[in-house]
């Protein structure tokens, strides 16, 4: 059974910063991609950033050159950095594991941005 337990949200005023960690437990092994997602009240569930096994990322462009995501692969952890953060990226993050065909999700965090 593979687990997804995320932290570090909270609340930062516009320019600030935040990190996010989620920790994956089970067995993995092999490939995978562990990344974020996030979801603000009314609208869908989208990319923030994801990372390989093998190290390669990708961000979507709303977060490029602020948000810089990377892992341990030995703690099957992966880590949200979020700088010069604004309003809206005010939203609950999501921590996901994609595996062996399967899609595993965290339980979520709020991060909230103050102007």
């Known amino acids: 059974q593979v687990q997804l337990v995320g932290s570090g949200g909270g609340l930062v005023q516009a320019g600030g910063s935040l990190r996010l960690s989620c920790a994956a437990s089970?067995?993995?092994?092999?490939?995978?991609?562990m990344g974020w997602y996030r979801q603000a009240p009314g609208k869908q569930r989208d990319l923030v950033a994801h990372i390989t096994s093998s190290g390669s990322t990708n961000y979507a462009d709303a977060v490029k050159g602020r948000f810089t995501i990377s892992r341990d692969n030995a703690k099957n952890t992966v880590y949200l950095q979020m700088n010069s953060l604004k309003p809206e990226d005010t939203a609950v993050y999501y921590c996901?594991?994609?595996?062996?065909?399967?899609?595993?999700w965290g339980q979520g965090t709020q991060v909230t941005v103050s102007s």
């Open positions: 996901n594991l994609k595996f062996s065909t399967r899609n595993y």
């Open positions: 089970g067995s993995i092994f092999g490939f995978n991609v």
